[in-house]
C-alpha cells in the first residue's frame, strides 16, 4: 500500500519515472565507457588511458569556466513558472559571450600543448591528445549549456543522453570504425572521442532548435547582472569539478601516466555508486526550485526525504557488489589493475556520502545559498588539494584516494548541517 501512494503521488512518480529514464541512459553511458575504457587499456595500455584522462580534464575544467556558471541559472529560470519567453531571450544573449571565451581558451590549449605536455606532465605524447581535444571545449561548452535549458524544460531524457549517455556510446561507435578500418593507432581513441562530442553537439542543438525557436530577443534579464548572479554557481561548478579532477592531475604532476590510467579506470567503476544520485538529481533540482519559490514547503521537504531514501537504498547496494566483486571487476581489465584494490575501496565510501547526506548542493543552489556552498566547496578544495599534494608523496596512489574521499566526505557532511537550517526555515 505504502509502494502504491508513492506511485500515485505525481511528484513523486514524475522524480522515479523520470529518475529511472535518467538512470538506464546513465548506466548505458557507463557501459559503453567501460567498454571505450577496456579497448583503450587493452591495444593501448593504462598509459594511453592515463593520456586521455589528462586531456579529457582539460576539456571539462576549460568548458566549466567558459560556461560562466550560466548553465545552472538556466536550470532555475527555465524551470519557473511562466518565465519561457523571458528565459529564452536571455539565452540568445549570452551566446555570443560564451562563444568568444571558448574560442580563447580551446586555442590557448591548442598552442601550448607541447609546453603543458612536457613542462608539467613530463610526457610529450600528451601534446597530441590535448591538441585533439581542445576543440571540445567549444563543443562541449555549449552541449551543457543546451542540456540545462532542456533540464529546465523538464526534458530530461535528451538532458541525460547530452550530459551522461551520448559521449562515450559515439566514442566506442567511432573507434570501431576505426579499428575495423584503419591500422591500430593511439590517438585514434581521441580521435573518436573528439568526432562524438561533435555530434552531441549538433544533436544538441536540433533539440534546442525544437523547443526554443522561433527566436526571442525580448526579455526582462540584463546581461551583466545575468552574469553576475550565474558566477557564484561558476564558483561553486568549478570547485566541484576541481574536487573532482584535482586527484587526476596531482597524480599527472607526481606519477607516469600509466597510474593514471590505473587511477581513471578505478574512478570509473567507483563513479557507478552516484548512477541513482546523479539521475534523480537532474529531475529533482527543477521542482526543488519550483516548490521552494512556490512557498511549498512541506513538498520541498518531501521530495528532499524520498529521493535521499531512494539514493540511500541503491547506493548501499551498488557499494555492496562493487566491494564484494573488486577483484573480479578489475580483474577484467588485467592483473595490474589488482594492484589499486585498496583505491576501488577508498573511493567507494567516499562516494557514499552523497547517497547519505541527500541533494545537498542542488537544495543549496535552488534556494538562493549558492554563496554558501561555493564557501563550502572552496574549504573542501583547500583541503583535498593539500592532501593530494601531501599524500601521493608518501602513499602515491592510495593517498590521493584517501584525499579525494576525504574531501567528498566534508563538504557534503558541512553542507548537509547547513541546509538542516534552510529546511527548517
Known sequence: MRLKGILENNDY????????????????????????IYFTVKLFGAE??????????????????????????????????????NAKGIYFKTVPLVFGLTLIVASSVFLFSDVISTKIFHDKELSLFLKWTSPC???FTFILLNASVLRGLRKNAIYSFLFNGGRFIFSVLFLGFFLLLLPNNPVYTVISHTLAILTLFFISFYYLKKHLFPLVKTTTYRLKPFIKDSLPMLFSASMIVFLGWSDTIVLGIYESSETVGFYSVVLKIAAVTSFSFQAIDSILAPKLSNSYHNGDIVLFKKLIKFSTIVNI????????????????????FGE?????????????????????????????QMTGYQKIFQNILFFALIINIVL???????????G??????????????????????????
Open 400 to 425: 590521493v584516494a584517501f584525499a579525494t574521499a576525504f574531501s567528498l566526505a566534508f563538504w557534503n557532511i558541512t553542507a548537509y548541517v547547513y541546509t538542516k537550517k534552510v529546511i527548517r526555515n
Open 336 to 364: 595490474d589493475f589488482m594492484k589499486v584494490s585498496l583505491v576501488l575501496v577508498i573511493l567507494c565510501v567516499g562516494q557514499m556520502f552523497n547517497a547519505i547526506c541527500g541533494p545537498v548542493g542542488s537544495i543549496l
Open 313 to 332: 537504498i541503491v547506493a548501499t547496494i551498488v557499494v555492496a557488489l562493487i566491494l564484494i566483486f573488486r577483484e573480479f571487476i578489475l580483474g577484467f
Open 137 to 139: 571545449i567549444v563543443l
Open 388 to 398: 593530494n599534494i601531501s599524500l601521493v608523496k608518501l602513499y602515491g596512489v592510495d
Open 48 to 85: 594511453t588511458q592515463g593520456r586521455l584522462s589528462l586531456s579529457f580534464s582539460f576539456m571539462i575544467i576549460g568548458s566549466l569556466f567558459c560556461r560562466l556558471g550560466i548553465d545552472v541559472n538556466f536550470v532555475k529560470i527555465f524551470s519557473t513558472p511562466n518565465n519561457f519567453n
Open 13 to 36: 512518480s514524475e522524480v522515479l519515472k523520470k529518475g529511472f529514464i535518467a538512470l538506464v541512459i546513465r548506466v548505458l553511458g557507463f557501459l559503453f565507457g567501460y567498454l571505450f
